[in-house]
């Protein structure tokens, strides 16, 4: 018994590892694919047909697509909240519709939505858990934490963050339906095995062939004093407030969706993107090379500007997901919430200096910590660009954003994650 039992533990950990190299080469090479096309989309066809319009047409075209496809197979890919409630509820993701999910995740990020690439890669890496655990025999009885582990492993390499994929998972679990066979510890360490192992894959990959994103750029350290953190009393309730634009935003255009037939409805989507291409391009993707260009020349805008930049970067990520060009918030969300931090900052003192870091820190910790009601998690995801020191004030931050949004938004959350399911 002891020696099935061993032997049992020991195939689960080498196919953890296994998951894991695996998880980081599809990782990889989605995002590779996203960047070449990306490129050639907005940049060597526009160039080689010197039309200025180029994006609405390219747009418009693309939305007919998604929309073929929702009409067909339905809405993918899903959203992050429903992929981690169906492994942790439902304990099953259908793997059926995968190559669906791979092209209705990756069109959206190619053609400029304002999303990032989180929901529809951590849907895929389940779908695959799943057909493991379907089709490998001693892979079954644990499908559920392969699952699992494929979502930390694809949270924290894309935030590249081990700990905030790990908490994200770990934290969303329902005590109603958990492997109470496996103890937590258990699944913390398969959760590191998996994401070094993705870690590992990357790392090589990015050195033989060269790396498949630019990533969020990282803001330089600072010495924060009194006069910073007493601000705090600024920037906390305006993160909150820039969440409940979110979640109104959400609201006001999913209910104009719904209005709008599937297919009429993305080929809307696209063309106000396309649109939106000419009018304000820093309003497009998802947000992390505006951001490294934003580090550099933030002295160059009117703080209005950013305030502004930032509330129609809300809108637009909103408007993107309910439109049919469904993807992640947290990039878009991350960018958006820095303008803020820059914008106020600079419209407080006519030389922020690096008070910008902390400002953008502070505002975008409580919109993150509103948003996931986790703290941790989202402390740890912000180290995705913001410096360690910082950490203390992000986590006050982020905690009290969670439990101001808690009692600002009580019973309505359930509601909202119930809506999306059905759509």
Same mark, same amino acid.
């Given at each position: ?32 694919? =996203? ?25 418009? /075209? ?19 909240? /429903?992929?981690?409630? !169906?492994?942790k509820v439902d304990k099953y993701y259908d793997y059926h519709p995968m190559l669906v999910m791979l092209v209705c995740a990756f069109l959206p990020l190619i053609l400029g939505a304002s999303v ?35 979502? #930390? ?33 258990? !699944? ?10 993705? @870690? ?9 062939i060269g790396p498949a994103g630019s990533g969020f750029p990282s803001f330089s350290d600072f010495a924060a004093g009194a006069g910073d953190y007493v601000l705090l009393v600024l920037y906390i ?7 409940? =634009? ?24 696209? #063309?106000?993107?396309?649109?939106? #291409? ?40 909103? @408007?993107?997901?309910?439109?049919? @060009?469904?993807?992640?918030?947290? +990039? ?14 600079? +419209? ?8 910008? =870091? ?47 949004? !808690? ?14 399911? #059905?759509?």
């Open positions: 018994m002891k020696k099935t039992a061993a032997a049992n533990m020991l195939k689960t950990v080498l196919l953890t590892i296994l998951l894991g190299l695996v998880a980081g080469i599809v990782i990889w090479c989605f995002l590779k694919a =996203v960047s070449v096309c990306t490129g050639l989309l907005w940049e060597r066809l526009p160039a080689a047909l010197s039309f200025r319009y180029w994006p609405i047409p390219a747009c418009a /075209v693309g939305g007919l697509l998604i929309g073929l496809m929702h009409k067909r197979f339905g809405n993918y890919p899903e959203e992050l909240p /429903v992929v981690m409630r !169906k492994v990032g690439p989180e929901a529809g890669l951590t849907g895929i890496i389940a779908a695959l858990c799943y057909w493991v655990g379907d089709n490998v025999s001693y892979a079954k009885e644990n499908a559920t934490l392969y699952s699992e582990v494929g979502e #930390a492993v694809t949270l924290g390499q894309l935030f590249h963050s081990p700990l905030f994929g790990i908490l994200a998972v770990e934290e969303s679990s329902d005590p109603r339906a958990s492997d109470f066979h496996l103890s937590r510890l258990s !699944k913390l360490v398969f959760y590191g095995l998996s994401t070094a192992m993705s @870690f590992l894959a990357i790392g090589l990959l990015n050195r033989l309730p305006v993160g909150i407030l820039l969440y409940l =634009v979110f979640e109104w935003a959400e609201k006001l255009f999913r209910g104009a969706a719904d209005r709008v037939p599937t297919i009429l409805r993305e080929i809307i989507g696209g #063309a106000v993107i396309g649109i939106v #291409a000419l009018l304000a391009p820093v309003l497009l993707f998802s947000g992390e090379e505006q951001m490294g260009i934003l580090m550099d020349t933030f002295g160059r805008y009117a703080p209005l500007l950013l305030i502004g930049v930032c509330l129609l970067k809300i809108v637009m990520t909103a @408007f993107s997901i309910r439109f049919g @060009f469904i993807g992640g918030h947290f +990039f878009p969300l991350i960018f958006a919430c820095v303008c803020m931090g820059y914008g106020l900052a600079m +419209f407080i003192f006519p030389d922020p200096g690096s008070h910008v =870091v902390f400002a953008a820190g502070a505002v975008t910790a409580a919109t993150l910590g509103a948003q996931l009601r986790k703290p941790l998690a989202a402390s740890m995801l912000m180290l995705l660009c913001f410096p360690v020191r910082m950490l203390f004030w992000l986590f006050l931050a982020a905690a009290l954003g969670a439990q101001i949004a !808690k009692l600002l938004t009580r019973g309505h959350r359930a509601e909202d994650t119930d809506k999306t399911a #059905a759509h």
